[in-house]
């Protein structure tokens, strides 16, 4: 049995708890009322205006990043397949996490629920990327533009957000001359999210384990891509 294979199991817990953490996050910025974060701003605004659940216009911005990541690679790999049952399953626990609480009433209420809501989607993200065998599908396209064009993964990260909020917002204007998908828990998710992502690595260590899949190269990367 490989070393990869003795931490299945494990990965496979903290990977689940991880995903459930990130979704109970959304739902908690969510039921405040001041916004979402940016990369839930895209799938709550046609959630808004569409006969879709929050859950399911996330599905479908899962599905068009694995899209987008297979044309960049010019194939399907294991890791799109298995990124799209990973989008589908989230998209389900978002639903039921809606489904289980209720928007907050008062002032005080809104503003745990907004710090709590960073504060566990901060540790989803820690806890998933800290098993290290996929994340989910936006992320996992901001990792490819960056290790194929050589860029930052910061900055794709700064300006994947900066497109899901504009494209948020400009669906928030044109059809509920709003911006109910964008406000301050934007700014806050993009400022805090990953401090606690810092500190969840600080207090449990252990968290982190090797890479599952093995990483492409920059230069791998971009051979796949002028094939």
């Not at 995903?19 to 908690?28: H, N």
Request: charged share 15%; glycine share 6%; proline share 5%.
């Amino acid at each position: 049995m490989t070393v990869k294979g003795k931490h299945l199991p494990r990965r496979i817990i903290q990977y689940a708890a991880g995903l459930i953490c990130m979704a109970v996050g959304i739902v908690l910025l969510k039921h405040t009322g001041w916004g979402v974060s940016p990369i839930t701003a895209v799938p709550d605004a046609v959630a808004n205006i569409t006969p879709l659940s929050l859950g399911n216009a996330t599905i479908l911005l899962h599905i068009l990043c694995v899209i987008i990541q297979v044309i960049l690679q010019r194939r399907i790999t294991l890791k799109s397949v298995l990124t799209v049952f990973v989008g589908i399953l989230f998209g389900w626990l978002v639903d039921f996490f809606m489904w289980l609480w209720t928007p907050a009433p008062v002032l005080w209420e809104k503003i745990v629920m907004l710090v709590l809501g960073v504060a566990i989607q901060g540790l989803g993200v820690a806890l998933v990327s800290g098993c290290d065998m996929m994340l989910p599908a936006p992320d996992e396209l901001n990792n490819l533009i960056s290790r194929i064009y050589e860029k930052k993964l910061s900055n794709v990260k700064l300006c994947a957000d900066a497109v899901y909020v504009i494209v948020a917002a400009a669906i928030n204007l044109i059809f509920q001359h709003s911006l109910a998908s964008v406000g301050i828990n934007s700014v806050v998710s993009v400022l805090l999210t990953g401090q606690f992502v810092g500190l969840a690595y600080r207090f449990f260590p252990k968290i982190k384990m090797s890479p599952f899949f093995p990483e492409p190269t920059k230069r791998s990367a971009k051979a796949d891509r002028s094939q």
